[in-house]
Structure formats: structure tokens, C-alpha cells
């Protein structure tokens, strides 16, 4: 099976096997947004369950804890 490489670059696993993503919103027209929102954008952000199934599908050889809560 091939891994969807533009997936790839998006999503990654922690060391407990839950999948983290960025989150969107904080590539431009920054300035109107304060600094408490720009933070906020800033750190990563775990997948949601019911998104798990297609990130799994798109990338096959992640080390994912299907488990982890």
C-alpha cells in the first residue's frame, strides 16, 4: 500500500499513539488576529475519533494506539 504523501506531511503521531494535526487558520492576515487567538492557532490539535478511519486509510504504516482516549 502507498502512503498519501500530502497526508503524511499533515498528521502526526504522540508518543501515547493519539494522531495530532495543526490547526488551520494561521497562515495569513494575522493581524487582525490578537495574540491569545494566534496562540490558540498555533499548537496542535488531536484528530477526532470518527476522522480516524480516513487518516489510518491515507496513511498505512502509522504507528497509531487505536486505544489511546
Not at 504522540?14 to 490558540?40: D, M, P
Amino acid at each position: 500500500m502507498k502512503t498519501h504523501k500530502a497526508s503524511a506531511k499533515r498528521f502526526r503521531v504522540t508518543g501515547r499513539g493519539k494522531i495530532v494535526r495543526r490547526r488551520a487558520g494561521k497562515q495569513h492576515l494575522l493581524a487582525k488576529k490578537n495574540a491569545k487567538r494566534r496562540l490558540r492557532l498555533s499548537k496542535m490539535h488531536p484528530v477526532s475519533r470518527s476522522d480516524y478511519d480516513n487518516v489510518i486509510g491515507a496513511l498505512p504504516y502509522l504507528k497509531v494506539n487505536r486505544e489511546a482516549k
